[in-house]
């Protein structure tokens, strides 16, 4: 898996639109972006995957750049259950035979 | 097939006691993945099998941690003499072979606190 960079934490206020950024300078032609989500006490699970442009799914948005040395991941309007660990992977599937986590980023929604 | 399950939710122990925790993956997943979460980090990878065979361990699995999968299908991971500072949540995941990164299922862990 390819290093990422992404802020500890993050505050937000229901209702908003949070944008976390995830920065992979190192990125390789076949790898894909991917986040997982983490409530507490409760173990990761996948939220979004992308290679490049935009995807969209009924959880989250995730912007990818022409040089794909970062992405955006998006939760428009959140609310207080979106508050969790929200992870950023970069690698190849078929190459990587298993995750490693970095800290991620700790999204603290109020109210 | 209702995902990863893992048992007990929640475990207390006394220091230098031994305790077993099983997962149960989903059915059709050849591998199963144990990692360790510490308070405000990431999970940590422990070991990983594909089918029964346990093919890799991070240096973080201590000679009083051992993992175990007999039949191919659940697993155990036991750590003997507990000490303090094995007190974390033991998360299993699995997946199938070669899959994606999106292909991860976790099960809600393992709760381990050692007094």
């Known amino acids: 898996l390819a290093k990422t960079t992404q802020p500890i934490s993050m505050d937000s206020y229901e209702g908003q639109e949070v944008n976390i950024t995830c920065s992979h300078n190192?990125?390789?032609?076949?790898?894909?972006i991917t986040w997982y989500q983490q409530f507490p006490s409760q173990g990761p699970r996948f939220i979004i995957q992308?290679?490049?442009t935009k995807v969209t799914n009924e959880v989250a948005s995730l912007f990818i750049p022409a040089d794909r040395k970062s992405s955006t991941l998006s939760l428009p309007r959140v609310s207080l259950s979106d508050t969790a660990v929200y992870y950023c992977?970069?690698?190849?599937?078929?190459?990587?035979?298993?995750?490693?986590f970095g800290k991620g980023t700790r999204l603290h929604i109020l109210p | 097939d209702t995902g990863v399950s893992q048992d007990p939710r929640h475990k207390i122990t006394k220091r230098g006691q031994n305790v077993t925790f099983r997962c149960d993956p989903i059915?059709?997943?050849?591998?199963l993945y144990w990692y360790r979460q510490t308070l405000g980090q990431g999970p940590e990878f422990l070991t990983y099998?594909?089918?029964?065979?346990?093919?890799?361990k991070s240096r973080l699995l201590s000679d009083r941690f051992s993992a175990e999968r007999p039949k191919g299908s659940f697993s155990t991971l036991e750590i003997q003499r507990t000490e303090q500072g094995d007190s974390a949540m033991y998360l299993c995941?699995?997946?199938?072979?070669?899959?994606?990164?999106?292909?991860?299922?976790f099960g809600s862990g393992t709760r381990l606190t050692v007094v």
């Open positions: 059915s059709e997943h050849n591998r």
């Open positions: 992308g290679y490049k």
């Open positions: 995941a699995s997946s199938l072979i070669d899959a994606d990164l999106y292909g991860y299922t």
């Open positions: 099998f594909q089918n029964e065979a346990q093919l890799e």
């Open positions: 190192n990125i390789a032609t076949n790898d894909y």
């Open positions: 992977l970069v690698g190849e599937g078929n190459r990587d035979d298993k995750i490693i």
